[in-house]
């Protein structure tokens, strides 16, 4: 079965200072990929996928990510974090279908 | 353009209970999906229906069931409440339902049942 490792279930930066969020996936063939963020009390939001083409993907709110096939891994990236980045991230894989596999999140804390 | 609508967004029930959840999903998508959110099992999938017809099942018992109406509303029902069943129920709505055309599911804010 498909699944989605993210090994860090908190992370607190500075804000300005720079983030990466790690997500391995286990997945027979090409993934697709994405990375949602949720508020609390609320839905989940997209930031990025990657389906196929550039392993480095741009996304809303500054954030980027980089596909490496070889280390099974899809990290989240932000050159200066702010303040309302605070959130719970998730990485997820789709299987067939619109079926998502969810990573357990990560929790960003963002001190001032 | 609305997003996805789930109502009612907060609800409580006794052990035994039954509910339903509605979800309306963005005007021209076809494809529901439903998943449960809790603190310890995370985001998983319940189910997920195109064009009326349940496509995709998660590991779920038989209390979580679901429809789809003709106009793409959705709506899910858990019978027998548990205490385990107090979770966040997200309905999430996109435009293509087969294989990974699109891929990009978009969420609605949740409906937060708890159980007593």
């Known amino acids: 079965a498909q699944s989605v490792t993210q090994p860090d279930i908190h992370i607190t930066v500075s804000e300005g200072a720079s983030l990466e969020l790690r997500c391995n996936y286990s997945y027979g063939a090409t993934p697709y990929l994405f990375w949602y963020v949720q508020s609390p009390g609320q839905g989940l939001q997209l930031l990025l996928k990657?389906?196929?083409?550039?392993?480095l993907v741009q996304g809303i709110k500054g954030f980027e990510a980089e596909f490496k096939r070889s280390q099974s891994s899809f990290n989240l990236r932000k050159p200066s974090v702010h303040w309302s980045d605070a959130a719970e991230y998730f990485c997820a894989v789709m299987e067939y279908g619109n079926k998502l596999v969810f990573g357990a999140g990560t929790i960003l804390r963002v001190k001032s | 353009k609305a997003g996805v609508t789930q109502t009612p967004r907060y609800l409580i029930k006794t052990r035994g209970q039954q509910v339903t959840l509605s979800c309306s999903p963005i005007?021209?998508?076809?494809?529901v999906s439903w998943y449960q959110q809790t603190p310890g099992q995370g985001l998983q999938f319940l189910f997920e229906?195109?064009?009326?017809?349940?496509?995709n099942k998660g590991n779920f018992p038989g209390r979580f069931s679901g429809r789809q109406f003709s106009n793409s509303r959705s709506e899910m029902n858990v019978s027998t409440l548990e205490l385990g069943d107090s979770a966040l129920y997200l309905c999430?709505?996109?435009?293509?339902?087969?294989?990974?055309?699109?891929?990009?599911?978009?969420f609605g804010e949740g409906s937060r049942l708890t159980v007593l």
């Open positions: 999430a709505s996109s435009l293509v339902g087969r294989g990974m055309d699109t891929g990009e599911l978009f």
């Open positions: 005007s021209g998508h076809r494809s």
């Open positions: 990657y389906f196929s083409g550039d392993t």
């Open positions: 229906y195109f064009s009326e017809t349940q496509r």
